[in-house]
């Protein structure tokens, strides 16, 4: 049985820091991962998707790296600034199940100004 | 492209009600939807994967009569909580796939039992 875990659990940074958030998961068989960002009270936004075939994917500040044969995945976010401050999320959409999306736990950030 | 909206946002419910969400995909057809739970600090747990014009899978232990899925057409899929009670009070979030696997999300509904 899949299972995604995040640590930590909660990351306080002071603005201008660059930060790592980590992701794991057990099985190895995945078709991509995903990181998305959860603001309080709201629904998911989709930050970076990695497929199963690479190794990572940049956007803007933000680079996530996937390591599969380990079972790892980073999330790194360079020059942290106070509106990064939300919930990250990792996700592995399961191989051959229909798109089935399995949840890490989460990393709330709070980056001080 | 690849919107999805939930209706109601919020709602609040005497105990015993029942309550239907709806989650709709406005610029594709989406022949999988999937419904998810979201208590509080937690992350998102899977509920079950709704396919159009067939019964709804559900995960274990999620209860099939309590939680009734239809998904009556390629753009709507809808969640019914029968009997709510306060325990079930939790963010709900429906979430479409438009070809491929990727899931496109709604905004969450905000379930509050009395």
């Known amino acids: 049985k899949q299972e995604v875990t995040q640590i930590p659990a909660a990351l306080s940074v002071p603005e201008g820091e660059n930060l790592v958030l980590n992701c794991s998961f057990t099985?190895?068989?995945?078709?991509?991962l995903q990181w998305f960002r959860q603001d309080p009270g709201k629904g998911l936004t989709s930050l970076l998707l990695i497929q199963s075939s690479q190794r990572e994917q940049t956007s803007g500040r933000l680079n996530a790296s996937l390591d599969k044969s380990s079972g790892r995945s980073t999330l790194y976010i360079a020059a942290s600034q106070p509106g990064d401050s939300a919930t990250y999320l990792c996700a592995v959409t399961v191989y051959n199940q229909g798109g089935k999306l399995i949840f890490g736990q989460g990393t709330e950030l709070s980056v001080k100004p | 492209g690849a919107v999805v909206s939930q209706h109601p946002s919020r709602v609040i419910c005497k105990s015993g009600t029942s309550v239907k969400i709806e989650c709709r995909s406005l610029d594709f057809q989406a022949t999988t939807m999937f419904w998810y739970r979201q208590f509080p600090k937690q992350s998102l747990m899977l509920m079950a994967t709704s396919n159009e014009g067939s019964k709804a899978t559900y995960e274990q232990g999620v209860e099939k009569d309590k939680f009734l899925i239809n998904h009556a057409s390629l753009t709507l899929s809808t969640l019914t909580v029968t009997s709510a009670h306060p325990e079930d009070s939790s963010f709900y979030i429906c979430?479409?796939?438009?070809?491929?696997?990727?899931?496109?999300f709604g905004p969450g509904t905000r379930l509050l039992v009395l």
């Open positions: 099985d190895s068989a995945i078709y991509n």
């Open positions: 979430s479409a796939i438009r070809g491929g696997e990727t899931q496109y």
